[in-house]
Nanobody, 123 residues
């Protein structure tokens, strides 16, 4: 069993930055694919970024060049550095873990989820 706890959300002006962190419990964290998803009001959940345990990454087009996902397998953490934030980045951000090496874009293929952290970007 893996438990995920996110932190680092908040209110920021457009153009600002936030660093989201996800702390994971469990001895097998280092072998799991990890991802950040987000869901805005009235919209479907979407993948933001994902990372394999060896460090291969995926980003959705709208965040490429602005967001960076990283992980520390020794500390059981995964982070999302979000720069040049835009109002359309406003959403609840969720950390997710998948019991497999390969990353996927569909939330249904992830096995564990955090409770979410709110990110609000004002214009």
């Amino acid at each position: 069993q893996v438990q995920l706890v996110e932190s680092g959300g908040g209110l920021v002006q457009a153009g600002g930055s936030l660093r989201l962190s996800c702390a994971a419990s469990g001895r097998t964290f280092s072998t799991y694919a990890m991802a950040w998803f987000r869901q805005a009001p009235g919209k479907e959940r979407e993948v933001v970024a994902a990372i394999t345990w060896t460090g291969s990454t995926y980003y959705r087009d709208s965040v490429k060049g602005r967001f960076t996902i990283s992980r520390d397998n020794n500390k059981n953490t995964v982070s999302l550095q979000s720069n040049s934030l835009k109002p359309e980045d406003t959403a609840i951000y969720y950390c997710a873990a998948r019991r497999d090496y390969y990353i996927r874009n569909n939330g249904y293929e992830y096995d564990y989820w955090g409770q979410g952290t709110q990110v609000t970007v004002s214009s």
